[in-house]
Antibody, heavy 124, light 108 residues
Framework: QLQLQESGPGLVKPSETLSLTCTVSGGSISSSSYYWGWIRQPPGKGLEWIGHINYSGTTFYNPSLKSRGIISVDTSKNQFSLKLNSVTAADTAVYYC????????????????WGHGTLVTVSS | ETVLTQSPGTLSLSPGERVTLSCRASQSVSSSYFAWYQQKPGQAPRLLIYGASSRATGIPDRFSGSGSGADFTLTISRLEPEDFAVYYCQQYDNSPITFGQGTRLEIK
């Protein structure tokens, strides 16, 4: 059974960089059939897509991040990571990592497997 | 950006009832790229429906989705106690991927 687990600091100071890692188990991150993404949810609010990456490092980002986010992949560790710089209180959220698959036709599907999420608070 | 507006914001219903949740998009979305998620407190979202009408693995057949263009619906034919949660619609046709603000289903 595929599992995803987020890890990283739960508290980040304003203007610093938020760094999170997602470890994938029960499956290979190197499969060409999937992309691996980050989604966040501010406390009591809705979901916001951050971006996703594939095994070769091809990335897609939400323009709302204004180029503050970088997603990378480490296939040797079966992990992918998120770095978000210049954080403010507005970046306080539960951050989820998730898998995105492709339909048989080769076009995009959506996120099917999700991690449990990790709360990151931005505060001095 | 494709804005998704869900209605109503909150629904109070009893187990056994039938419910239909709505989601309207600010621009046309291909039904192939529309999904519904369920989220319970303290848990990650769970994929219910993709491609507007296909149930994800393990989802009971009391959940069904339909719609096209800008209007989509999720129907739960007979509410079970475990169905009381927040439901989000999502489009993955246009970039960026966007979600609705959610509909909360609460026990009456």
């Amino acid at each position: 059974q595929l599992q995803l687990q987020e890890s990283g600091p739960g508290l980040v100071k304003p203007s610093e960089t938020l760094s999170l890692t997602c470890t994938v188990s029960g499956g290979s991150i190197s499969s060409s059939s999937y992309y691996w993404g980050w989604i966040r949810q501010p406390p009591g609010k809705g979901l916001e897509w951050i971006g996703h990456i594939n095994y070769s490092g091809t990335t897609f980002y939400n323009p709302s991040l204004k180029s503050r986010g970088i997603i990378s992949v480490d296939t040797s560790k079966n992990q992918f990571s998120l770095k978000l710089n210049s954080v403010t209180a507005a970046d306080t959220a539960v951050y989820y990592c998730a898998r995105r698959w492709f339909y048989d036709s080769g076009s995009w599907a959506t996120f099917d497997y999700w991690g449990h999420g990790t709360l990151v608070t931005v505060s001095s | 950006e494709t804005v998704l507006t869900q209605s109503p914001g909150t629904l109070s219903l009893s187990p056994g009832e039938r419910v239909t949740l709505s989601c309207r998009a600010s621009q046309s979305v291909s039904s192939s790229y529309f999904a519904w998620y369920q989220q319970k407190p303290g848990q990650a979202p769970r994929l219910l429906i993709y491609g507007a009408s296909s149930r994800a693995t393990g989802i009971p057949d009391r959940f069904s989705g339909s719609g096209s263009g800008a209007d989509f619906t999720l129907t739960i034919s007979r509410l079970e106690p475990e169905d009381f949660a927040v439901y989000y619609c999502q489009q993955y046709d246009n970039s960026p991927i966007t979600f609705g603000q959610g509909t909360r289903l609460e026990i009456k």
